[in-house]
């Protein structure tokens, strides 16, 4: 590919780029670009809304490029505030060096893992080593009125809500991330754009060649809706086995398909459009092809066939998965809440409790609206649904 060629093919669903000349000029260096991507570990799963910038990265990666993946173990410390009203929780090391482990094993789904491909650096090996003046230096290449540009600060500065001078910190920090690594690219998504501008404002004020900002959309979740997010429960996780990963696809609204496609697979855009259209594709097909084409991302084609074929039995034919675990339950009469937890459809009661306030839970032919309710295991298998995806049967036993 030409240079023109190359930017087209790296834009393919980038929102805004800063910009494309300086991007061209790099290109056109010949040598190889350095791409930066920073992830805070805050959380223990990477889900489709992270693997839009990963796949972003990997395209540069196949170009011929390198990525420099930064774990922000210390940016962790005080937490994006990027679309926050109140204050992030600080989190403790064991947990952010936990987390750090499992980003790093789900991010090599997607990026090539290769020593000459993939540099990986914690941005504790500098930002712990600052001095207290090194501090007060950075925070003189930046104004206050900067850092209320951004929406969240105006906001709550507007609702009387407190502004930690911490967190006017984390930009800053994340900035001279850039100018340690010498980053070329740095990749993020809408929401981080204030961040990485300023990452490209300090590099040129510590005479470097600043970084170029690619932007991706942020990816909206199952309810076609919200940002994907596991706290918000509408997410798919990258480990998620083929059949709930399937399932979830299938779940979205038709609206959001052709951001799907354009982000998370490498269908050609004049396929994606005959797919979208619905005087074409039936939406329900066109979302099948999507949900495979997703699942053999992370599983294989015969993963994705035996998915689509396991859906298909059980919600057009309305019949049991052909796996269907049993569980047997030695404790006879249990609370309704305690049996969801104990076969594994909810991580603690409390969890269970708002599955079945929120009407998810059924039992044999009954829907089940008390969690505290005591069940009484049969000697016969019963099915026991949570949700639309969650079935298992229950039978009593010792």
């Known amino acids: 590919m030409d240079i023109d060629q190359t930017i087209q093919h790296l834009g393919r669903g980038v929102e805004a780029l800063y910009s494309e000349q300086d991007l061209k000029k790099k290109l056109a260096s010949g040598r190889t670009l350095r791409i930066k991507l920073g992830l805070d570990p805050t959380a223990p799963d990477i889900h489709l809304g992270h693997s839009v910038v990963l796949r972003k990265m990997r395209q540069f990666q196949d170009l011929g490029h390198t990525a ?62 600052l001095t207290f003046a090194d501090v007060l230096k950075l925070t003189g290449q930046f104004t206050v009125q900067q850092m209320l540009h951004r929406e969240n600060f105006r ?50 004020r510590h005479g470097l060649e600043p ?17 994907m997010s596991k706290s918000k429960g509408n997410y798919v996780g990258l480990t998620d086995d083929p059949n709930d990963m399937y399932g979830k696809v299938m779940s979205i609204p038709d609206t959001p398909m052709r951001n799907y496609y354009e982000l998370l697979t490498d269908l050609p855009m004049q396929r994606i459009d005959s797919l979208v259209d619905s005087s074409t594709t039936h939406p329900r097909d066109a979302k099948d092809t999507l949900a495979r084409a997703i699942v053999e991302v992370y599983h294989s084609t015969e993963a994705a066939n035996n998915a689509s074929s396991e859906f298909r039995r059980r919600f057009a034919e309305n019949r049991l998965p052909s796996d269907i675990e049993t569980h047997t339950i030695a404790e006879s009469p249990i609370m309704l809440a305690k049996l969801i937890a104990q076969v594994g459809f909810a991580s603690s009661n409390s969890e269970a409790r708002r599955l079945v306030k929120q009407g998810a839970v059924a039992l044999g032919d009954q829907k089940q609206d008390d969690p505290q309710v005591m069940i009484d295991i049969p000697a016969e298998p019963v099915v026991l649904k949570v949700g639309k995806r969650r079935v298992c049967q229950v039978i009593a036993g010792s």
């Open 155 to 204: 906001n709550r500065m507007a609702a009387e809500k407190e502004i930690m001078v911490s967190e006017f910190m984390y930009p800053l920090m994340q900035a001279y991330d850039s100018v340690v690594v010498k980053a070329d690219v740095e990749l993020g998504g809408t929401d981080q754009t204030f961040n990485n501008l300023r990452g490209r404002d300090l590099m040129g």
């Open 68 to 129: 420099v993946l930064i774990i922000g173990d210390y940016t962790a410390k005080i937490g994006d505030p990027t679309g926050r009203d109140t204050t992030r929780p600080i989190l403790d090391d064991a947990d952010i060096q936990a987390n750090a482990k499992t980003y790093l094993d789900q991010a090599g789904l997607i990026i090539d893992t290769a020593p000459d491909k993939l540099e990986i650096r914690h941005n504790s090996e500098w930002l712990s080593q």
């Open 211 to 227: 970084q170029v900002v690619m932007v991706l959309p942020i990816l909206v979740g199952l309810d076609g809706a919200e940002k």
